[in-house]
Structures are given as C-alpha cells and as structure tokens.
C-alpha cells in the first residue's frame, strides 16, 4: 500500500465500550463529538452486559452515532470486537467510557501519522486526572517498538489515545485477544502485536484525559489480573530475554497475591524475582502488603502520581 493510498480514506469509527455508566459515558460521546476532523466520523456505542440506550443514536452528514450490544465473548475484549464488526470507518480508535478526548486530538494523530512513514497507529500523550489533578505522561516516539513495550507497559500509551488503520488491525496485529482473563491488559497485547508489524506514531501532546477512580472494573481485582498476567507472560516467551520486563510482571504478581492474603505464592515471587532483578521497585510493595499495608492505600499513592502497580 503507497503512503498516499494509506492517508486516502481518514474515515474514523470510535469504539466506545461501555456498562452501566451512563453519565461518564455521555462525557466521552461529547468529547468525541466535539472533534474537528475532515472525514467521516463515527462512534460506535457497545453495551456489554447491559441494556442498550438506542436514544444516543444520531445520524449527521460528518457524524454518525450507532448503538449496538456486545455480540462476543463477555467483557471488554469482546466488546471492542463487537464494534470494530460493526465498524465502517478506514480507521480504528477506543476511548473508554469513562475518559475523555481533548480538542484537536484526530488532527494531531493524523499529521502525526504523516510524518512518520510505515506508520499503521498512532497514539497521543495522556493527562491522567486522579482526585482532581492532572498528571501529564507523554510516549517516547524512539521506544515504541516490540522489545520496549517487552521492557516497560508504559501506561503513557493509553487505548483511548489509540487509532489503528482498520485492513492494518484485520489483516496484520489481529483483533483483541478475548482469551485473555477478564480482559486484563488485552491493550497491552494489542500494543505489543502492533509493534511487532509497523512502526506507531506518537502526537507529541496530552491530547485525552484518563480518569482514574474506584469505579474501574479492573480496580482490586487481583486474582484475574494475576491470571492475565501469567496468560501473557505464556503468550510471550520473548519475555525470557527481557529480564526487567518480566520482573515488572512478575513484581505485579506478587503484589496481587499479597492483597489476596496469599502470604506464601507472593514471597516466592518476590525471591524468584529478585533473581531477575533485585532493583525491581513494585518488590518492597509486595512486602508491605504482606506486612500488612492495604494494597487500596498502595493503589491511591501509586495513583497520585499518575502511575500504576
């Protein structure tokens, strides 16, 4: 495909999966609504597990609004194969029903896309809101590659900042993986696919807002997300050679068995870990948890300064 060829058609369907939020979930529709883009525009609205509003439906000549319910596997992977089925849109993008786009975000992406050539994704910086402060995090455009997204999450590149080239995500990466337990981390996978295949795109400014709260469906869930972390560390023998990217996971393992009590499985990864790499710094958080910190109180300090464990 000639570059000129990849820019033709800047069509763009947002995937919105949403569950019983319905006022967050206005918020992002209207901050989508608010971008300025060129081309046809496109949210696509999947109820998982909950009732459809089909009153958030609309059609304009620049945008038009579809409602639709999740039709594969429950949770959130699933949902977001649900809307890129119904997708008509040359580009993919998700924004998480409880975040929202800034202006100017599309237009950023695509001149970003423009003078990155191979390029297939683009992402932006994020302003993660917790407790009513904003901590900026911007991506690093030289360490988006595979082996980088092996080393470090970097939680700066956020699914709701996220736009892919549709036939790209069909045709090379492959849709979100619904395998993955409780669609833990099934961004993550899906930027680590992407790397693999093209190049990503980074709009060098925090173009949407991440709002982190207890609402999240992920929040203190801590035996799937030790299953979906052990599933990616299977789905990815790479990790192998990456020794600090698997003591991340590894660091977050153990913080998980400690907030579940269980004393023992975490002390045991945190001595293989320390094997892997002694420096690594969610280690004494385990610890603490198992002396006794509540992994909530570990959660809201990690979140203050726009981080996660």
Excluded at 170 to 182: C, H, K
Excluded at 285 to 303: D, I
Aim: charged letters at 30%.
């Amino acid at each position: 495909m000639t570059r000129q060829a990849h820019f033709e058609d800047r069509s763009v369907s947002v995937v919105i999966a949403t569950r019983d939020r319905p006022e967050l979930l206005r918020r992002a529709i209207d901050s989508i609504r608010a971008q300025r883009h060129d081309s046809q525009l496109e949210i696509v609205v999947v109820f998982d597990r909950s009732e459809p509003d089909h009153s958030l439906e609309s059609v304009h000549p620049r945008l038009r609004i579809i409602v639709t319910t999740n039709a594969r596997t429950p949770g959130l992977a699933g949902a977001r194969n649900s809307g890129i089925d119904k997708a008509s849109g040359a580009w993919i993008a998700f924004c998480d029903d409880d975040d929202e786009w800034l202006p100017g975000k599309l237009q950023a992406q695509f001149e970003a896309l423009a003078g990155s050539p191979g390029s297939r994704a683009a992402c932006t910086g994020v302003l993660i809101r917790y407790q009513e402060a904003d901590t900026p995090r911007m991506p690093d455009a030289s360490r988006l590659r595979f082996e980088d997204f092996l080393e470090d999450r970097m939680t700066e590149v956020h699914p709701s900042s996220w736009l892919v080239h549709k036939d790209t995500l069909l045709d090379r990466i492959g849709m979100v993986d619904e395998e993955i337990p409780g669609s833990y981390a099934e961004d993550y996978d899906l930027f680590l696919r992407t790397a693999r295949e093209c190049p990503i795109a980074v709009a060098p400014q925090p173009l949407i807002r991440v709002w982190w709260h207890g609402a999240s469906f992920f929040f203190e869930r801590w035996q799937m997300i030790d299953e979906a972390l052990d599933y990616l560390v299977d789905k990815y023998p790479q990790f192998a050679d990456h020794p600090a990217g698997l003591a991340r996971i590894r660091g977050q393992q153990a913080v998980a068995k400690a907030a579940m009590g269980d004393r023992i499985g975490a002390l045991r990864i945190v001595a293989a870990t320390l094997r892997l790499r002694p420096t690594e710094k969610r280690l004494p958080l385990a610890l603490a948890v198992v002396g006794g910190l509540k992994a909530e109180t570990a959660l809201e300090v990690a979140h203050r300064f726009g981080k996660g464990i």
